[in-house]
Every structure is written in C-alpha cells, then in structure tokens.
C-alpha cells in the first residue's frame, strides 16, 4: 500500500524547506476546517519543487512553521498555488506573511483561455491527461493518523501543480500575457485583500433591506456580528445569519419583546448577552448620518436603452473573449457591464489595465455609437461607424 513519510518536526521542516529555497519555483496547498471556526484551522500543508515533495503536519505539537513561513517569503521561490485565496488568507492569519512572488494557476488558466474558474482536477486532466482521485476530497483533515488516500489525495495537489505549472508558464510567455497575470497577482499579495474590518463587514454580506435607514442599520449589526465572530472564533452565521439581520435591520425592533417576536430570533438568543448587543446596534444605525450610507438598490429596473446597451456590451464581451482566448469573467461581469452602461466613468476593473486595452475602450466607443457589431462569416465583429475613423476587429 502506498504511503510517505509525514513531517512532524521542526528540523524535518527546516531541511525540506531549505532543499525547495533552492529551485525557482515550489506548489504548495493546504488542507483546512473553518465549518465550526471563524478563523480557518490548518491542518495540512502540501508542498514540491522540482525534486522534492512533502507533507507537513502543523497540527503536531512543538512544531515550529517558521521555516515554511520564509519560504513564502523568499523572492527567489515563486509560490505556485492553485485558487490560491483561502490558502493565502490562513498563511497570512497564521504566519502574518503573504507568499510572494504568487502565481495562481487558475488565475493563469483563465488568462490563457481554459475557461471560468477551471477546477484543479478538471485542469489536471486537460493539461497532463492524468486523472485526479477525489476520493478523499470530503474527509476530515483533524483526524490522525492520516490514511494512506488521504495522503496521496494530498500530495496530488502539488504533484500534478508541477505540470500545470510549467505548461501555463510557457503559455504565458509565448502570448506576452505574464503581465496580465502579475495585474492579478497584485491583489491575492496585498494585505488588504485579507484584512477584515468589522465596519467593513457588511460588504461581504447580502443586505435584503429596502432604504438608506435600514441599510444603516444592517451596517452596524454587520460591525457588531463581526466583532462578536472574530473574538469568539465562531462563523458569522452560527451568531446570526445574514437573512436575520436584514429582518432586524427592516423592523428596527428597540426592545427585547420585540425582538423576541420576530421570526428570525429563537427564545435562547432573546435571553442571551448578545440581544442586548444587538439592541445598541440598531440604536447606533437609527442615530447614525447618512451621509456615508448607501442607497440599497432594490427594484432599481434599467430603462430600456440602459437595458439594450448592456445586452450589446455581452455581445461584445464574448467576441471579445473569443478573441483573445480568455475567460469573459476575466474581462468583466454582469455587474460590471450595467455600470458601464449606466455611468460615465464607471469603476470598474474592465476600464483598467490590460483589460481595458483589449475589452474597455471597445465597451466605451460601443456605448457612444464609434463602433458597432456586424456578423461576418459567423463571426461577431466590430466595425468603426461613420462617426469615427479607423477599424478595429474583435
């Protein structure tokens, strides 16, 4: 039966790490739980380089993740992870450090036309032909000792990366789109993207809430689960979740009973510390200024020229897309589209960067009636109209 060592000492790790420092390149994944926490708990780290593959055990007491932590860090070690957010967002928690330089594989399969959001096995399977067993995709990572599937389930995830790796690397180069990628890496490297800000919380929620005083309102219980979540290492929706809020939020209840009444409050909640909390909340949404509150947009239909301009913009983004052998959603998404359409100088990542030189500046003299769209030999083209000069084809 196959199995490997499990490094589960701190001088095991430092030799490991030491013999990756010395290659270009290394993939790493990470196997976590965060069902029952807030924070996410580690519990495997996967790694390989060129000639070296390992698993480590963070989960064994004493042992020191120092070493693994200045790899991420090493300059000459590019970091190759596939979905690489969460696994950053632990390694930053846990290590207070960002893997740099990054490359996300899927990220880079987008860039290079493999489609949205291409699963690990799915691009395993077109890139190397290999077939990845996901067999041990839903166990229990806490559990010790590790069998021998889980084991190969998880070193997979780095082995196979090598390939992959390589392949879109090449990729990269031979279309000139490494700086499209780096563009991207920026983000997934930047603190900020895991910093979270109680006041910011309500961002990541989804308000159901119909005017400006309940949003106010929905902002500060947001602020106030957040809080309650983080020190209590607890998930948001284990406190409330975020259909409750939205109904607290509406009916702006200002006492107990009535916060007991509403549907969404069971009977042990309305008796505990945090009812009280969530009164104060309301009171600081309902004394709150507006001014930095924004207007929930709730039925908010597009009139109908807004409306077409935004159908001709999906046009465009899948020609576009085609094109250039990138997955629309690199480009540009719904939402994305309706500000374009409904606002001069939308926001908006498909205006910036390399995206608006092959997608933006299209949308934008589309929108103005500089170009239009033909179908030619069954393909969607774009064509200079006669308000402007010159041609440009999609």
Known sequence: MWAMHVITT?????????????????????????????????????????????????????????HFFALMTNTS???????????????????????????????????????ENVGYANLVKQVTQATVDKGARY??????????????????????LRDIYAHLNAELETTGRRDWLIEEMATLTDPGTYLIEPEQAWKRAKPRVRTQRAMAVFMELAAWRERLA??????????????????????????????????????????SNSALEVIDAIERGLERSLDDV???????ALSAADAATVELLKVLLKATAAAHRVAPKMLADAA?????????????????GWRRTIFGDLALQLKDGKVALALADGEIKVIATETTSGHSEA
């Open 139 to 160: 166990t229990d990572w806490t559990r010790r000792p590790l069998s021998d599937d889980q084991q190969a389930y998880a070193l997979a995830d780095v082995t196979h």
């Open 230 to 271: 983080q020190n209590t290492d607890k998930p948001r929706g284990h406190i409330l979740k975020d259909e409750a809020l939205s109904d607290i939020a509406t009916q702006q209840p200002r006492n107990l009973n009535k916060l007991g009444n509403m549907r969404s409050i069971n009977s042990s909640f309305q008796r």
């Open 294 to 300: 924004p207007v929930p947009k709730v039925g908010s």
């Open 10 to 66: 701190t001088s095991e790790l430092a030799d490991v790490c030491e013999r990756l420092a010395k290659h270009p390149f290394a993939t790493v994944d990470t196997e976590f739980h965060r069902e029952k926490t807030y924070w996410p708990q580690l519990c495997l780290i996967q790694v390989a380089g060129p000639e070296t593959e390992a698993l480590i055990d963070p989960l064994v007491k004493g042992i020191d993740l120092s």
């Open 336 to 352: 994305d589209l309706e500000l374009i359409a409904t606002h001069a100088r939308a926001d908006v990542p498909a205006l910036k």
């Open 77 to 115: 070690v590019e970091k190759v992870f596939h979905a690489a957010r969460q696994d950053v967002e632990i390694i930053h928690h846990l290590g207070g450090v960002i893997p740099e330089p990054l490359f996300d594989t899927q990220v880079a399969a987008m860039v290079c036309g493999f489609g």
